[in-house]
């Protein structure tokens, strides 16, 4: 079965940066979107940012634009987030996913079936 495990997450002063990953199992990844959403405890998952199957089209949140960057690297499965200039409003859980059918270029939460388990970012002021 599919499977989606991110990695990368933590504790980062503000100013700072991340990278995080995320491994994808049991599919053609090649040929998926890719997306990163985020939820802080007790509020609603929100989208960050999304990316191509062949990683030529990305889009972002408004509140990340300029700061976070995804990219994939299809030959190993994986697709990444990086993140500069975090802000302490950046905490979260982080989690990548991907939707239920391929070459399906969406930012809408619901479109997306595959879930990781979620990477926790701290970023401190």
């Known amino acids: 079965q599919v499977q989606l495990v991110e990695s990368g997450g933590g504790l980062v002063q503000a100013g700072g940066s991340l990278r995080l990953s995320c491994t994808a199992s049991g599919y053609t990844f090649s040929v998926y979107a890719m997306g990163w959403f985020r939820q802080v405890p007790g509020k609603e998952r929100e989208f960050v940012a999304v990316?191509?199957?062949?990683?030529?089209?990305?889009a972002y949140a408004d509140s990340v634009t300029g700061r976070f960057t995804i990219s994939r690297d299809n030959t190993k499965n994986t697709v990444y987030l990086q993140m500069i200039s975090l802000k302490p409003e950046d905490t979260a859980d982080y989690y990548c996913?991907?939707?239920?059918?391929?070459?399906?270029?969406?930012?809408?939460?619901?479109?997306?079936?595959?879930w990781g388990q979620g990477t926790q970012v701290t970023v401190s002021s």
């Open positions: 996913a991907s939707p239920g059918r391929p070459f399906y270029y969406t930012a809408t939460e619901g479109d997306y079936n595959y």
């Open positions: 990316i191509s199957p062949g990683g030529g089209t990305t």
